[in-house]
């Protein structure tokens, strides 16, 4: 298994600033995902962070609202810029090896209101 | 609208069994997963179960499968006050993504 920890934990921001959130993995993961938890709501994927190349988003977000990088194997951070209210949800990286027996694990989630 | 449909809220009595149900609409998933989160937590890997499987078993969790109808359920025997949380049901796509349904509210009364 693999433990991911992610800081900060939890922030409260004012609005038009930015907040990068880091996600360590105790291991090498091939693949490093993050997600937005808003409030009363389930998972929503913002992009796959790709080792030495950018990103790949899904649809709805855009890198320049949400900065990725991911270095190496065991890191990722992910930047929302710009924040407003709305972006107040909780943000989530996940790791898995990438292989047929695949797991995804979770860091705790990093909480953002933004006011 | 999603993928992975679960019902909202399950209200269940100390000692008594519990049953999630959730569908799937991806009959190429190759794994579904079942994750617990309790509040002001992130998510715990509770269980998955591979496509190619009918049922998995794990201490007091059950997961049965039916790929025809793609139903995944998941029992949780013997009902505790901690197993109160939210519960979701996900897909793993192809490309490794999962994708989650919009969670149970187990509550479990004494």
Known sequence: SAVISQKPSRDICQRGTSLTIQCQVDSQVTMMFWYRQQPGQSLTLIATANQGSEATYESGFVIDKFPISRPNLTFSTLTVSNMSPEDSSIYLCSGGLGTQKETQYFGPGTRLLVL | ?110
């Open chain 2, 1 to 110: 609208g999603e993928d992975v449909e679960q019902s909202l809220f399950l209200s269940v009595r100390e000692g008594d069994s519990s049953v999630i149900n959730c569908t799937y609409t991806d009959s190429s998933s190759t794994y579904l997963y079942w994750y617990k989160q309790e509040p002001g937590a992130g998510l715990q890997l509770l269980t998955y179960i591979f496509s190619n499987m009918d049922m998995k078993q794990d201490q007091r969790l059950t997961v049965l499968l039916n790929k025809k109808d793609k139903h995944l359920s998941l029992r949780i025997a013997d009902t505790q006050t901690g197993d109160s949380a939210i519960y979701f049901c996900a897909e793993r796509l192809n490309d490794y993504k999962l994708s989650f349904g919009a969670g149970t509210t187990v509550t479990v009364r004494a």
